[in-house]
């Protein structure tokens, strides 16, 4: 299995921490979040990962030239629309890895390794979106619509008596999954407004035209997402906690 990492991004959200590096190179207990996925990656068995890079590229090159994680190999891509375009620019780079199975994965989601594990267990969905569950969702959740296990709608803007739950930003796609996504990706990228979308847009498209999206619950697993200084200060917690001889924190849902 192939994961594509999104770690394009400078982060701007979280400045002074990403002035001068990507927001996937800010240490947690003196590891970078990247680091930490890609272990997480292994541990779970991925055999591949792609990084897409863009700002502070050359740092992560660097970081990466010296990591050894038995099993899997690390390579990168660059996105030269990096400071221009949100992520979608940044699946259109990678849709020549988007063949056969695969993962993408955002590059300031943090997880534990079952998480990955989890996703990595058998699916009948084309696409799979892990998600997560919470008594309150904030504006800045990617909040999902749901039939039982099937995605109906993905988005920030979703009316709250629509809501069942939030996507944690790691999707697996089967080779059938892939070729939808990429054409999609394909169409909206030759318009202007597909610079500023996320990939989870496509996601939406795809599921209001029938394809079938599934969901993949990770309730009670350790996760986060890194987007304001207050996200870097529970994610140090969580992974401290993972440091900790007694196991992972109880931290579930920390994004």
Request: proline share 6%; aromatic share 6%.
């Amino acid at each position: 299995m192939k994961a594509i990492i999104l770690g394009a991004g400078q982060g701007r959200r979280l400045l002074p921490l990403t002035e001068t590096r990507p927001k996937c190179l800010i240490e947690l207990a003196q590891v970078p979040v990247l680091e930490w996925q890609l272990r997480g990656l292994a541990e779970a068995g991925v055999e591949e990962a792609v990084v897409v890079t863009g700002f502070g590229a050359e740092q992560i090159e660097a970081l990466l030239a010296g990591l050894r994680l038995p099993g899997l190999a690390v390579r990168t891509l660059y996105n030269p629309f990096y400071a221009v375009a949100d992520n979608l620019a940044s699946c259109w780079i990678a849709r020549p890895e988007m063949q056969d199975e695969f993962l993408i994965l955002n590059g300031d989601t943090l997880f534990e390794p079952a998480v990955a594990a989890r996703l990595l267990e058998p699916v009948s969905a084309p696409i799979t979106v892990t998600i997560d569950r919470k008594p309150a969702y904030d504006a800045d959740d990617m909040k999902v619509q749901l039939d039982g296990d099937r995605l109906l709608a993905i988005g920030k803007t979703l009316s709250a008596e629509l809501v069942g739950g939030e996507s944690i930003g790691f999707l697996r796609f089967t080779a059938d999954g892939g070729r939808h996504f990429r054409g999609e990706v394909e169409r909206l990228m030759r318009a202007p407004p597909g610079l500023k979308l996320w990939y989870l847009s496509v996601i939406d498209r795809l599921a209001g035209r029938g394809i079938p999206v599934g969901v993949r619950s990770i309730e009670g697993l350790d996760w986060g997402e890194i987007d304001f200084p207050v996200d870097v200060k529970r994610a140090e917690r969580l992974v401290q906690g993972w440091l900790a001889p007694r196991g992972p924190a109880v931290l579930a849902g920390a994004g």
